[in-house]
């Protein structure tokens, strides 16, 4: 089944614990990004990624980091969490740019406290 | 200044009926692409529809159109005989030249019985 998987789906830390939160897509698929909701505020871009090695500022890129060493992983990095970075947080993937639709994955919700 | 707009938080539409939901958006790039997402209570990310700039022809996909109107820059989802499992958070957004993804912050659409 084609499919955006994260994990973990909800996470609860501390302030200043590195964390990771995993993504990966199983369609070959080259464009990945990272996305949080906030309520009233809708979604923001993170960061994205065009290609293995190639990654790019979203709108809301301080604070994390992304990696794509693989075509299929996008992992999300959070060096220092902060209670601001508390949000829920999609990862989705596309084949190209242009038309090609987004597919999302479940989404994490996360706390930092 | 926000690059996608959607001027309703919030909308009751009973059930059958025709409904219409706003998106407005600014862009100096010739090229982009607009999109609407559906996200139920369940949280997920749906793709309803798409509408490439270049496109001479309104986009639709069953139930949902867009109104594309190009020089007054709006793309309006319109969803035809309404139905209780439409009642979600819609999204519009916009894809650009540098394939950063701007999203809307969302019109909550209540369907009443």
Known sequence: ?113 | AQKITQTQPGMFVQEKEAVTLDCTYDTSDPSYGLFWYKQPSSGEMIFLIYQGSYDQQNATEGRYSLNFQKARKSANLVISASQLGDSAMYFCAMREWDDKIIFGKGTRLHILP
Not at chain 1, 5 to 28: A, D, E, F, H, W
Not at chain 1, 54 to 59: A, S
Not at chain 1, 70 to 92: D, G, V
């Open chain 1, 1 to 113: 089944e084609a499919q955006v998987t994260q994990n973990p789906r909800y996470l609860i830390t501390v302030t200043g614990k590195k964390l990771t939160v995993t993504c990966s897509q199983n369609m070959n698929h080259e464009y990945m990004s990272w996305y949080r909701q906030d309520p009233g505020l809708g979604l923001r871009q993170i960061y994205y990624s065009m290609n293995v090695e190639v990654t790019d500022k979203g709108d809301v890129p301080e604070g994390y980091k992304v990696s794509r060493k693989e075509k299929r992983n996008f992992p999300l990095i959070l060096e220092s969490p902060s209670p601001n970075q508390t949000s829920l947080y999609f990862c989705a993937s596309s084949f190209s740019t242009g038309a090609d639709t987004q597919y999302f994955g479940p989404g994490t919700r996360l706390t930092v406290l």
